[in-house]
């Protein structure tokens, strides 16, 4: 018997860290690492000792003798990936992480994480296992709740990838970690006031807004950014209040990347099973409503371009009810995608994608089922209607080899009209600015080189100041890849308070908490957090579900103070 890794693999790298025999692939070391879609196990190695499936925080790792049905092809997967990547082993280039040592037991280092999501976890995890009693780290977010797109981004349907928080919780519990939540920085706390009490600041505040398409009619009611729509499901407080019109039967969604594909799951869905989940109630009530039965997937390029991951794909399969179409006439590709295909060298994603692909289209549709419609070579032109949206203009695209050897999208001059009353760009997450903090306009984040925030005029570093994370390199990767980044980060941190750049007198946590209680009452603690954690899966408890969230943000606040 050997384990495999199946869908909800999160490449947290727990897993490679206790295999006695390091036979988990790609290692957060390996270069592939960047850019894999999860954690492969070798099958001729694993020596069955279960540790891997102990250490996995989101539970996606099983015996290949008790897969699921939905999750045996993972099978075949893992063997394939080490068919291409075979097993090589370097103990000489293991580096152990530098411990951070301050130069005064009694005189802490002082750090201070903004944001409590994935990538800010992982940072105060590493600060603290490497400083010991010898670091404090407050960490802020601007939510009474914690774990950014852990709790907010990732789809209900996934709850396994939620389990991720519990490692965060136990991290944060640490006493040496203090959560201060409901606090803005640049309205409660400002850059400035941050530094004169932390001798480091680590921004993680990922990327809350998205970016447009630029086109007509793009305002028109009906037009709605995916990422709203996502945080309208999760039951974000600053978008219980939006509507999105579910009456007419078709919706498009305009990028095709795993946010895309999560809308369109949700979308046909259903709703009987969405209700096993903390999805949103009043997600949960529209959905119950909703006439959708069809949702387009649009793609500017073609199917060897897709920006989702395979998983993602395969796992569309596995919705019932839902048919998966393509067009067969999408999957003739140009002769360079071609050649990329059936190169020797093509990463195996791209195999597990076209085959999924391939099978797609060579099935009949239902026609008593709903359907999810992914579309290539297109790109949109207009959203037109009266009023509202009722269609969008989809220009017909060819892939074109650039002098730098890349494809390109151009357009063929064909054009179609496509009804729809409801249209979602999902096209990128792009940060916002912090006040007080360098920001670039252009790519979305916080410059920065190597996780060093630098000053834009001169390109020198600005000392004491990091960032990690979607703020730092903009929105790729998964919840691994915060790790790596995070691990990243925290080694320039260490050298920096090696090499005593870091030993600027601030003041104590005592002083933080006076300042913060003047400055917002309303700041909630980890362990008030708690309490509002405790009512939600209460309330879950009584109807079946893993909680219920609350969604009005002054109720959040009372709950966790105890306020009602």
């Not at 196990?41 to 540790?51: F, H, L, M, R, V």
């Not at 499901?233 to 990347?257: M, W």
């Amino acid at each position: 018997m050997t384990y495999v890794i199946t869908q909800a693999c999160c490449n947290d790298t727990a897993c490679v860290d206790v295999c006695p025999v390091d036979c988990i692939r790609p290692t957060a070391d390996d270069a592939a690492y960047a850019t894999t879609e999860q954690l492969y196990i070798e099958p001729t190695t694993c020596i069955d000792c279960g540790a891997c499936v102990d250490a996995c925080p989101v539970d996606a790792i099983f015996p290949d003798d008790q897969l699921s049905e939905q999750n045996a092809k993972y099978t075949q997967i893992n063997a394939d990936y080490f068919e291409k990547n075979p097993l090589v082993v370097d103990w000489d280039s293991f580096t152990p992480p530098t411990p951070i040592v301050v130069a005064k037991e009694d005189v802490p280092l002082r750090v201070a994480i903004i944001g409590t999501g994935p990538a800010a976890t992982y940072a105060a995890i590493d600060i603290v296992t490497q400083g010991g009693r010898s670091v404090e780290v407050d960490m802020f977010d601007r939510l009474p709740s914690p774990w950014g797109l852990a709790r907010g981004g990732v789809a209900p349907d996934h709850q396994g990838t939620r389990m991720i928080t519990d490692t965060f919780e136990s991290a944060v519990r640490k006493p040496n970690v203090a959560a201060h939540l409901n606090v803005e920085i640049g309205k409660h706390l400002s850059h400035e006031e941050l530094l004169e009490h932390h001798h480091a600041i680590v921004y993680a505040v990922g990327a809350s807004t998205d970016r447009h398409l630029n086109i007509p009619g793009e305002d028109l009611p009906g037009s709605h950014a995916a990422t709203d729509f996502v945080a309208w499901y999760n039951g974000h407080p600053d978008y219980a209040d939006h509507e999105f019109d579910l009456s007419g039967e078709r919706a498009v969604i305009v990028g095709n990347g795993n946010v895309a594909l999560d809308v369109a799951r949700i979308l046909v869905s259903d709703p009987d099973v969405l209700a096993k989940t903390d999805i949103a109630d009043h997600a949960l009530a529209a959905l119950r409503k909703s006439n959708i039965r069809e949702v387009v997937v649009l793609g500017r390029r073609g199917p060897a371009q897709a920006a989702y991951t395979s998983k993602e794909l395969m796992g569309l399969a596995d919705v019932a009810g839902v048919d998966i179409v393509i067009d067969p006439r999408d999957l003739e590709l140009d002769d360079h995608s071609q050649a990329l295909v059936d190169s020797p060298d093509a990463p195996l994603p791209l195999e597990v994608k076209m085959r999924w692909a391939r099978d797609f289209a060579a099935r009949t549709p239902n026609p008593d089922h709903k359907r999810i419609v992914l579309s290539f070579l297109g790109s949109p032109v207009e959203l037109v209607g009266d009023g509202r949206v009722e269609g969008i203009a989809i220009a017909r695209n060819e892939l074109v080899v650039d002098d730098a050897g890349a494809l390109q999208a151009h357009a063929t001059g064909e054009v179609e009209t496509l009804d729809a009353g409801l249209v979602m760009r999902s096209i990128g997450y792009r940060g916002v600015p912090v006040p007080g903090v360098p920001f670039d306009d252009k790519r979305g984040i916080i410059p920065n080189v190597d996780g060093r925030v630098i000053d834009p005029a001169t390109g020198e570093p600005l000392l004491g100041i990091y960032t990690v994370g979607w703020i730092r390199r903009g929105p790729s990767g998964t919840l691994g890849t915060n790790k790596k980044c995070a691990a990243d980060m925290v080694k320039l941190l260490a050298a920096d308070v090696k090499d005593k750049l870091l030993a600027r007198p601030v003041q104590s946590r005592d002083a933080l908490n006076a300042l913060l209680a003047e400055r917002q009452p309303d700041a909630v603690s980890f362990q008030e957090w708690t309490a509002l954690d405790r009512v939600e899966r209460e309330r879950g408890k009584e109807v079946g579900r893993p909680r219920v969230k609350v969604t009005d943000w002054a109720q959040m606040i009372d709950i966790a103070k105890g306020r009602v």
